[in-house]
């Protein structure tokens, strides 16, 4: 127990450390909003078998996080940087129950459990559940925490104050604040390599390659989701924010009020431009605003500012947002027309490039104490230093990420299949692969291989009201 009597950094540990524990409470519930989003995304016939998958990356993920991932950060952070290595350190929070064990590990370990649940929207509704088990205790043992060790636990991209290589080769550190890059680009793109092997749904594209619209079957369920994971990323960045009170050397006490404030209005600032700029550009590509699209930039813009919110000007965060949400509909317009990739929920397009343009792009919106004051908010370019640690910092994960994946989806295969029967697919997978039915008394469902719907001359879906469906894209968040 720690001696609170007339100890200013005892309190002030103390407070700090029960808002940790909050903002971790927080965090865990962007899971139900991930559930949502994805739910609403797929057919009623697939619903149960989404909500099984996120069960399972937070159900397998934090225990093979705390039994393995975190230690594997640890060792990666040491491997990759001039620490010496400490295997048995690095697993040292295993019996450590004060503040920097236990603690610390549940909030690391709401960001692992994020990753992992990313990659679940992608390869919906055709995806073997055993295997997706599987990898959902690789990306939370292997894939996310060497990511976590390369930058946050002092390796590789960290900067010479950690002894990371490259850092110190550099002079400079990866800044990537809450995880735009570490842990939603981690997500989308290992998402986009999964869904690419797993192949697309069935009638996903016509006989000539082009893609056909499969609508999900809750639009109210995918944008109850996002405004819940909206409302959950406060946590996610204001969180990480963790010093509420600091100590100086004579004693006194300060609140952090300047830092918690800049994080969070630029992450507010974030997701309105997000979702601002996807309405606009999803009325201009498709002639009318779309909600999902909409619901989509709001993430997107949230992703793109989440390694900038304490680095960059208000201003500047808004950019990054406004940046986010209007490269998502193109983005997931390559990915399904050029890539011929079923992303179900759009995941790559609202988690990796939103994350990797968002970071790249901090040291050009750099807010300073000292700098020359634009419109309110001190300024000051990084630096070309820092931009090419940033641009070396996202292409470092993306690589290691799709080589990662690649490597055990390929495994997978081989093992289980990646993949449920034709059978299976056309009936759902909640009955193929769990036996239960979401919506029993719910008759029929949309989609091109269903009984209630054909498809339309212009590439809607016609359900049996006459109403042309227009296609939406994916989500995000997943």
């Not at 559940?129 to 292997?142: C, E, H, L, P």
């Not at 092997?197 to 999900?216: L, Y």
Request: a negative charge; glycine letters at 16%; aromatic letters at 10%.
């Amino acid at each position: 127990m720690l001696p609170l009597q007339a100890d200013a950094a005892a309190i002030a540990n103390s407070i700090n450390y029960v808002w940790v524990l909050v903002v971790s409470f927080l965090i865990f519930f962007m899971q139900p909003g991930f559930a949502l989003l994805e739910a609403g995304q797929v057919r009623a016939k697939n619903v149960g078998n989404v909500l099984m998958k996120n069960m399972t990356d937070w159900g397998l993920g934090v225990l093979v996080y705390f039994l393995v991932g975190a230690g594997v950060a640890g060792i990666v952070g040491s491997l990759t940087s001039s620490s010496a290595l400490d295997i048995m350190g690095a697993f040292s929070y295993i019996g450590e129950p004060g503040a920097t064990g236990w603690i610390n590990w549940v909030f690391g370990a709401v960001f692992a459990m994020t990753a992992a649940t990313i990659v679940s929207g992608a390869v919906a509704e055709r995806m073997d559940f055993r295997a997706y088990v599987v990898f959902a205790g690789v990306i939370t043992g292997i894939i996310y925490p060497v990511v976590q060790g390369l930058t946050w636990s002092g390796g590789l991209l960290a900067g010479p104050s950690a002894g990371g290589y490259l850092g110190s080769a550099l002079g400079v550190g990866y800044l990537d604040f809450a995880g735009a890059t570490v842990v939603h680009m981690v997500g989308g793109i290992a998402g986009l390599v999964a869904a690419k092997m797993v192949g697309p749904r069935k009638g996903r594209f016509d006989e000539d390659g082009n893609s056909q619209p499969i609508p999900g079957h809750s639009m109210l369920l995918a944008v109850l989701g996002t405004l819940i994971l909206a409302f959950g990323w406060y946590g996610f960045n204001v969180g990480t924010q963790a010093t509420v009170l600091s100590v100086a050397d004579d004693g006194s006490v300060a609140f952090m009020g300047a830092a918690l404030g800049r994080v969070v209005l630029v992450t507010t600032l974030g997701m309105g431009a997000g979702a601002v700029a996807a309405m606009l550009v999803s009325t201009f590509w498709q002639g009318k605003p779309d909600p999902l699209w909409m619901a989509n930039g709001l993430l997107a813009g949230l992703v793109a500012v989440t390694g900038a919110v304490p680095h960059v000007t208000w201003w500047g965060g808004l950019i990054l947002g406004a940046l986010g949400g209007a490269i998502v509909l193109p983005a997931y317009r390559w990915t399904v027309d050029s890539l011929k990739i079923d992303d179900v929920c759009g995941v790559f397009a609202v988690h990796g490039a939103a994350g990797a343009l968002g970071t790249v792009l901090i040291p050009v919106f750099g807010a300073s104490s000292s700098g020359v004051a634009i419109l309110g908010d001190g300024y000051a370019f990084m630096g070309v230093t820092q931009l090419v640690m940033q641009v070396l910092g996202v292409a470092i994960i993306a690589l290691w990420t799709v080589a990662a994946t690649a490597v055990t989806f390929k495994v997978l295969d081989s093992v289980f299949g990646l993949r449920v029967s034709e059978e299976e697919e056309v009936a759902g997978l909640d009955a193929g692969e769990h036996g239960i039915s979401t919506y029993p008394e719910f008759v029929g469902d949309s989609g091109p291989d269903s009984p209630r719907a054909t498809l339309s001359t212009d590439g809607g879906v016609r359900t049996d009201g006459g109403e042309t469906v227009p296609e939406s894209g994916g989500e995000t968040d997943d």
